[in-house]
DNA sequence: GTGAAAGCGCTAACAG
DNA sequence: CTGTTAGCGCTTTCAC
């Protein structure tokens, strides 16, 4: 019942092991037809263990996400899919579930058994890409920086152009009292989209009390208690722009039980379109971005570096982003002139 | 550069490789500071190859399934994760994207680097349970059956009983043309919620026209086609029960572009809750089942298999579901004239 | 308790 | 083009 060995397949085809080996890695060989046969009738195939303990390469990369529920991570490992596909890598998934501890033991484990690594950081002051690169695994960040920035290769997007976007837009439709639900601020995205915002506000010369950001870790449930919280306020804001799309989920159901209208009483801004975006009531307003092609570049520069390419400059590439206007997105309502004179004081 | 090996621990404490091996592995042993001292100074981690080419272990376990994105598969990635998290199983997550094709080579490329898996087959005539059956692999199906039922663990739901209750809600709110759209009619879920529709309203010799049955693969894209097909219709359904939440999804997205009003115009039941549910105008109206758990409870049986259990006999283990009624059904609308008329004639 | 040594299945010289 | 052979890093007898 033992699994057959290669020597068994060059008994069945009466050559040597190394002529078996040799067919099977493509090389010409005479006896190739018997081989073939000996290998399917004998169910043959090669031990991946024998084989990286020989080559020390593995055939696999590992691609590890914070969140794989989350509609941007899958999109990138589509697009990271599409690159393998062809060649012959396996791709080992993980999630991190955006915890620092987490990443670690993973990574930790997969840190042995892959030639390569894409890995989005659940923080940015976050041991693993720094192992990785002790262990002398390549690695190519997405989506988020390591703490000794410019030693990795790395795919972003235009964090704090998305959320000046989605700022301006607001400003555009009237608002100033603007609020943001933001992510994990220790990571990229959560740093940068909040800053966006922060300073886009300052450009335009407005003042808003602390209690203006909240902090939602990306999460949905983190989304929803924050934006229970803005709208908690003696003086809540007249549009909230919320920094992920899960997080988005849970500030709209907050939204919901409370009974605010969108976009009557509030706008709201997304970050990350999400399939369902469309389909809300009224459809979402979002900043968008594109999601295989962040995965899709990634994994071909991982496997650039993983081939030769051992150049020590490291590839910092930023991805534009666009705002893709819906429906949630309004002037902002009356509002009472108590709010008013509490918000000219701020 | 090269990583430290087992032997250069050894040296490095003073003590042979096979003292050093037991320590690793958890015999008690004298030297046992030391190695720990030099594990950590060399930084030494085991070589997976090696450890798996002599024990024929791989301490992996793989969870293939056919949409990562779908909520329903997250949570049970979620409940198998639960499970490993403290045993020292690697898993390795793929995806299969509905594809019987795309499956085969996953599993192919699986079966030989984990030791047990747990797989969610794209469809009922798909060889690669037999596959794995075949290379002694042991397999823990989830929700879905294999070809040759019965000799695998298997973790379903009631399906048929889910499609029973969504439409017997339909029913009772005074539905009688009730369409569904069903999900990959060869995957068990697909079958037995097609079923479960048919044989509820033959039960109340309820009789419909077959254009009332449309495929929708279980993708978004397929859903919003098939909703898009139905309301097109000359005489349209009333209520839409669709077998699951993706298709959903695009079933909604159809029913809004034509401007039809749920639950006025048309009650729509899903199947699978999501968290976007809730925040849905109106909020849907779903078939509910413990998705962790199902996840939880695969991971279990598959180590018990691996650890000792070759008991001949196959587990089949059938959860419940529940409806979970929110606002997306109330009584159809007055049916026009013409339209009842040929609503008799069928 | 510990060490020496035999392989696990495969690849890559090396010598034909 | 082919066969022989030496390991890759580790676990596990087997003797001490």
């Known amino acids: 019942m033992k699994p057959p060995t290669i020597t068994d397949v060059a008994q069945e085809a009466g050559v040597s092991v190394s002529t078996v080996s040799r067919h099977l890695r493509g090389d010409r060989v005479r006896a190739a037809e018997r081989i073939n046969r000996a290998v399917a009738r004998l169910r043959y195939r090669p031990s991946p263990a024998a084989q990286s303990l020989k080559s020390g390469k593995t055939g696999a990369v590992a691609l590890v996400v914070p969140d794989i529920t989350n509609p941007f991570?899958?999109?990138?490992?589509?697009?990271?899919?599409?690159?393998?596909?062809?060649?012959?890598?396996t791709i080992f998934l993980a999630n991190t579930d955006e915890s620092d501890a987490r990443e670690a033991e993973v990574v930790?484990?997969?840190?042995?058994?892959?030639?390569?690594?894409?890995l989005a950081p659940a923080s940015e002051n976050n041991p693993s890409p720094q192992r990785l690169?002790?262990?002398?695994?390549?690695?190519?960040?997405?989506?988020?920086?390591?703490?000794?920035?410019?030693?990795?290769?790395?795919?972003?997007?235009?964090?704090?152009?998305?959320?000046?976007?989605?700022?301006?837009?607001?400003?555009?439709?009237?608002?100033?009292?603007?609020?943001?639900?933001?992510?994990?601020?220790?990571?990229?995205?959560?740093?940068?989209?909040?800053?966006?915002?922060?300073?886009?506000?300052?450009?335009?010369?407005?003042?808003?009390?602390?209690?203006?950001?909240q902090p939602g870790g990306f999460k949905e449930h983190g989304g929803y208690q924050s934006m229970l919280r803005l709208l908690a306020l003696p003086d809540?804001?007249?549009?909230?722009f919320v920094a992920n799309n899960t997080m988005t989920i849970g500030a709209l159901r907050a939204i919901k039980d409370i009974g605010v209208r969108v976009p009557d009483d509030l706008s709201v801004v997304g970050f990350d379109d999400h399939p369902f975006s469309e389909i809300l009531d009224p459809p979402l307003t979002v900043i968008d971005r594109p999601m295989e092609e962040q995965g899709a570049l990634a994994m071909r520069m991982l496997l650039?570096?993983?081939?030769?390419?051992?150049?020590?400059?490291?590839?910092?590439?930023?991805?534009?982003?666009?705002?893709?206007?819906?429906?949630?997105?309004?002037?902002?309502?009356?509002?009472p002139m108590g709010a008013r004179r509490k918000a000219a004081r701020i």
Chains 1, 2 share one sequence.
């Open 133 to 213: 690169a002790d262990a002398g695994v390549p690695t190519v960040l997405i989506d988020r920086e390591a703490p000794s920035t410019g030693r990795f290769d790395t795919v972003l997007i235009d964090n704090h152009g998305g959320a000046r976007f989605a700022i301006e837009h607001l400003l555009s439709n009237g608002h100033e009292r603007i609020a943001t639900i933001a992510g994990t601020v220790d990571s990229t995205p959560g740093r940068f989209r909040l800053e966006g915002y922060r300073d886009t506000l300052a450009a335009y010369s407005i003042e808003l009390p602390p209690e203006f950001v």
């Open 304 to 335: 650039s570096r993983m081939n030769n390419d051992s150049s020590r400059i490291s590839r910092r590439v930023v991805l534009d982003v666009r705002l893709t206007e819906r429906a949630s997105c309004g002037p902002p309502r009356n509002t």
């Open 236 to 240: 809540p804001p007249t549009a909230v």
């Open 73 to 89: 991570f899958a999109a990138v490992v589509r697009g990271a899919e599409s690159i393998t596909a062809q060649g012959g890598h």
């Open 108 to 118: 930790e484990d997969l840190i042995t058994r892959v030639d390569g690594m894409l």
